[in-house]
């Protein structure tokens, strides 16, 4: 099973970085305020990043060493990568956004 570490933008200009076996339900529980408490009222925006580990172990290593960087440091990451199309996803959390704000 493969898993996935994200960092999505949120509302505010936060940064949330998460881990996950499925991204698509781990967006919508995002979007329905179900996901992590961080975001439930930051109403997140977009995925700026995903990396694919192959164990949840390798995830969580690599999810506290995102989480360690300063935010400058996730941007050039988030820069450094040619994010896959999450459009699907992005639409369903921004018509959440659009709809609460």
Do not use: F
């Not at 493969?2 to 781990?26: F, P």
């Not at 439930?40 to 290593?61: C, D, F, I, N």
């Amino acid at each position: 099973m493969k898993w996935v570490v994200y960092i999505l933008e949120c509302a505010d200009n936060s940064l949330y970085t998460g881990i996950t076996n499925d991204l698509e339900r781990r967006l919508e529980e995002h979007r329905t305020g179900r996901g992590a408490k961080y975001t439930k009222h930051r109403s997140p925006l977009r995925v700026r990043y995903t990396e694919y580990q192959r164990t949840k172990g390798a995830a969580l290593v690599r999810e506290a060493a995102i989480k360690s960087l300063t935010r400058s440091e996730k941007l050039a990451l988030i820069a450094a990568q040619l994010i896959p199309d999450h459009s699907a996803s992005v639409a369903h959390l921004s018509a959440a956004t659009n709809e609460s704000g």
